[in-house]
């Protein structure tokens, strides 16, 4: 049976919960344990599917087809552990679990209430694969004090009773502010988020501290004493130059040993950080910079574009380069020339989106990386914008465009080369879909077979004709077009088996350019970084070379 280690937050969001659990996972791993991690979120919404990227960020897809945080991209980044739909929660959908049972008179008439009914949904969610592994990492969204995260305290205080004694810890992340003006870090912070998480019958066994400066003895002493912890519990975090240094880090301040202690975990194995020191020489030692822009409509949210940055980042550790990213809002150059914003870089890459908003751009971009020979990356939208981007300018298709576009606008004004995927095959299944559906959960969504073709770029990539990628898709490339759009040198590279949808384009006499329907960047892992990436980054730095 697993142990547990329940992660909370207090005093501030954004402390970086989600990287401390996947840090403590990468650190219990590196001790020969198995690890699975899990995001358990208190808004009411069932999934971030349907949350704009402003609101929410980056949303994270799972290879079964779950919607997830973007803190599952942090697990699988550092532990390597594919993510299930079942590490992801939030209270829109335990309710509407505790609902739909409700309705089916699953309660036998009782009056349904947070406790014991939606509690105990929670419970038997944490429960599912607990006889799976050694640890089981449980990082609780949002702050202590938060009216809709109680059910979630309650429920993990519950939980750490009805198992055996010494089989459930909690791990409590805080702040230590510095006061500039006085010289001093503050405690008082953290006592009182101790505090709070107390009075919810809730005692951490590890509190985590964030800190620009280091942590006197001193003060140290005062948290351990003032918040019934072990002053060897208290762990500082300090601000990093990059999140991949963060095992090293907390393992330097005893973190994973901090871990092992509170289960009475003894002799403690001792650590294979070898990994993690290599990937830490390739973020410091490297030969020289590339300049890639990222050309979206969601840029002044980085979140929005956080897998992507990560697996540019994972792409300059193959080649031993420093990937500098610079954002390009699509908008601004919806209407004028793209050269001016574009002109320097040594790549371009246009991500996914939604919308209509900031297409016209993300065409420009494609057309100006197709001219000028730049290294180009289409990533689900962005394929389909290099599509229309080839119908429009090589095979003189003038009013090519998306039929999401036409959706939107509610009239009809493009020959839609994109159209709106009614049915596709999942497994041995026909998926069916129609244009009024519900917004969520209804995309083709998580990893699906794809075909590349023989002697294609991408199959020299890949090292293989045959590739499993995750998607997050409404709308498709359509098939009819091919033959025309490959006369006029654009490569239908990758297909679905059946043949039927397009998956990978890329140009030819290019010396980079492809479009991918799916998401790679998904699967992209520090110690072993995605190829597209990785290829992609080397045709960067082949160019900054001939600058």
């Not at 008439?109 to 929670?122: A, C, M, R, S, W």
């Not at 990213?325 to 991500?351: C, K, M, Q, T, Y």
Request: aromatic share 8%; proline share 5%.
């Amino acid at each position: 049976m697993a142990r547990y280690v329940f992660i909370t937050g207090g005093v501030v969001s954004s402390l970086g919960k989600g990287l401390a659990s996947a840090a403590l996972g990468a650190l219990l791993q590196a001790r020969g344990f198995s690890v699975r991690l899990r995001k358990l979120d208190p808004y009411l919404n069932v999934d971030p599917g349907t949350m704009s990227p402003f609101e929410h960020g980056e949303v994270f897809v799972t290879d079964d087809g779950a919607e997830t945080d973007l803190d599952l991209g942090h697990y699988e980044r550092f532990t390597g552990v594919a993510a299930r739909n079942t590490d992801s929660v939030s209270s829109g959908r335990i309710y509407s679990n505790v609902l739909e049972k409700e309705r089916r008179g699953d309660y036998l008439g009782k009056t349904i209430q947070v406790v014991p009914h939606v509690t105990n949904e929670i419970k038997d969610f944490l429960a599912v694969g607990d006889d799976e592994v050694d640890f089981m990492l449980c990082e609780i969204g949002g702050t202590v004090g938060d009216i809709e995260g109680l059910p979630f305290f309650e429920a993990i205080r519950q939980f750490s009773h009805d198992k055996p004694r010494g089989e459930c810890i909690f791990m409590h992340l805080t702040l230590l502010p510095y006061l500039a003006a006085s010289g001093e870090l503050k405690t008082k912070p953290t006592q009182h988020s101790v505090k709070e998480l107390q009075s919810i019958g809730i005692a951490p066994d590890i509190l985590v501290c964030r800190s620009e400066q280091p942590i006197p003895e001193k003060e140290r002493e005062k948290i351990a004493l003032f918040c019934n912890v072990r002053k060897e519990a208290v762990v500082a975090a300090y601000d990093l130059g990059s999140i991949y240094e963060a095992p090293l880090a907390y393992h330097r301040e005893g973190l994973d040993q901090a871990v092992l202690d509170a289960f009475q975990i003894s002799p403690a194995p001792k650590p294979d950080l070898t990994t993690w020191q290599d990937v830490q020489d390739r973020i410091h030692k490297t030969d020289g910079a590339v300049k890639i822009a990222i050309v979206g409509k969601y840029v002044q949210l980085e979140d929005a574009y956080k897998s992507i940055k990560e697996a540019l980042v994972h792409g300059g550790m193959a080649n031993r380069i420093k990937v500098q990213v610079e954002w390009v809002d699509a908008e601004v150059f919806d209407h004028e020339d793209a050269a001016p914003h574009l002109e320097g870089f040594h790549a371009i890459l246009v991500p996914g989106g939604f919308g209509e908003r900031g297409t016209e751009g993300k065409i420009k971009a494609a057309e100006f990386a197709r001219t000028r020979k730049i290294p180009y990356l289409g990533i689900c939208l962005g394929m389909q914008m290099a599509v229309i981007e080839a119908a429009r300018n090589l095979a003189k298709i003038e009013a090519a465009g998306s039929e999401e576009f036409d959706h939107e606008a509610g009239q009809k004004r493009f020959e839609p080369v994109v159209y709106h995927l009614k049915e596709w095959v999942k497994g041995n299944h026909a998926v069916k879909r129609k244009v009024d559906d519900d917004k969520g959960g209804t995309m083709r969504l998580g990893a699906y077979t794809a075909h590349l073709a023989e002697g294609s770029k991408v199959a020299e990539v890949y090292g293989t004709t045959e590739i499993e990628e995750r998607h997050r898709h409404r709308y498709e490339v359509d098939i009819k077009y091919r033959e025309k759009l490959e006369e006029c040198g654009l490569t239908f590279s990758g297909m679905s088996p059946d043949g039927r949808l397009p998956e990978i384009v890329e140009v030819k006499d290019h010396p980079w350019f492809i479009g991918v329907q799916f998401h790679p960047e998904l699967k992209s892992k520090p110690f072993a970084p995605h190829p597209l990436f990785a290829d992609f980054v080397r045709a960067a730095k082949d160019v900054s070379r001939l600058v």
